[in-house]
């Protein structure tokens, strides 16, 4: 796709409607978030990009990782991102490209971004997110959970949190039944 092409807002299509129904329902329903959940966003745990364990807290990320992972967060969701940053932002994104160019087509992929209000270091290529989308400057997913890995020394959003998305969103790529795509590293 040429840089001159379509805009994308990648997961910020169809099913954020859906995600954001799933979540009021999701936070009025559960008594609260689930410390152990292991399951990609489940109906326990109100941040649809959980994806492993979040009983470990993890500790502040200093400012240039804190950076670093807000840049990958803002380039993959911002819906004025060509297909080749937001591919770039995501942790094994050339897997994802048929999937972010087919989501970046879509008419409905309105003007999206993400803002990053916390990331924890888990592990020293790990880190815990918590991130807010936005349509039009508006909230649409506040404080959902997710992930950020170091790869090759630069942060990518994870797979496993796109994927995530995709699930809620009602969309799938191969690639995310692919744990050595997925997997967090150590």
Known sequence: MSLAGPRHGHFVTTGLIALTAWALVSCGSSGGKSSGD????????SSPGATVATTAAGTPADAATKAAVTKAFADFFDYQSTAEQSQNALQDGDRFKA????????????????????????????????????????????????????????????????????????????????????????
């Open 38 to 45: 292991t399951g990609g966003g489940s109906p326990g745990n």
């Open 99 to 186: 999937v972010l160019d087919q989501q970046g087509t879509q008419s409905y992929a309105q003007k999206s971004a993400a803002s990053v209000s916390s990331v924890k270091l888990i592990s020293a290529n790990t880190a815990k997110v918590v991130f807010t989308v936005t349509v039009a400057g508006q909230p649409l997913l506040p404080d959902a959970d997710g992930y950020a890995v170091r790869i090759g020394g630069s942060w990518k959003v994870a797979a496993t949190t796109f994927c995530s998305l995709l699930t809620l969103e009602g969309d799938k790529a191969d690639a995310c039944s692919d744990p050595a795509v997925t997997a967090l590293p150590k």
